[in-house]
């Protein structure tokens, strides 16, 4: 028998080298579970930023669109019927004024105040 050869349990430096080895494949794993639990967070904050971007940009095109569909009535309305040349000419500049004063108030910008007046002048 060889005195160098132990039989048995372990001794110190063999108990010693498990330890590590147990402790580096635990830390390794924590490592691994906290990086990809960092990367499905970071994500999920990216959908929510798009998400929150995308309903930004419908809420504004939404609001220009029922900001137009509220002028619209006010600021275009379908020219009356010519009843005479006089009373078409009367409506025409009542119109024509109505839009004016729209424009002077701020209510439509100046593109909306050109095609509003080059739809009603024809």
């Given amino acids: 028998m060889s005195p160098l050869r132990r039989f048995g349990r372990p001794g110190l430096i063999g108990t010693a080298a498990r330890t590590a080895v147990i402790a580096g494949t635990a830390q390794a794993t924590t490592g691994a579970i906290q990086r990809r639990q960092l990367r499905r967070a ?15 940009q419908y809420q504004g095109a939404q609001y220009e669109a029922e900001r137009q569909q509220a002028l619209a009535p006010e600021a275009v309305a379908p020219p009356p019927e010519p009843v005479s040349a006089s009373a078409s000419n009367d409506a025409l500049l009542a119109q024509l004024t109505q839009l004016g004063e729209l424009h002077s108030q701020d209510v439509l910008d100046d593109a909306e105040f050109a095609a509003a007046k080059a739809k009603l002048l024809g």
Avoid: N, S
């Avoid at 994500?43 to 971007?53: G, I, L, T, V, W």
């Fill in 42 to 56: 970071e994500r999920q904050a990216e959908q929510r930023a798009e998400q929150r971007y995308a309903g930004a």
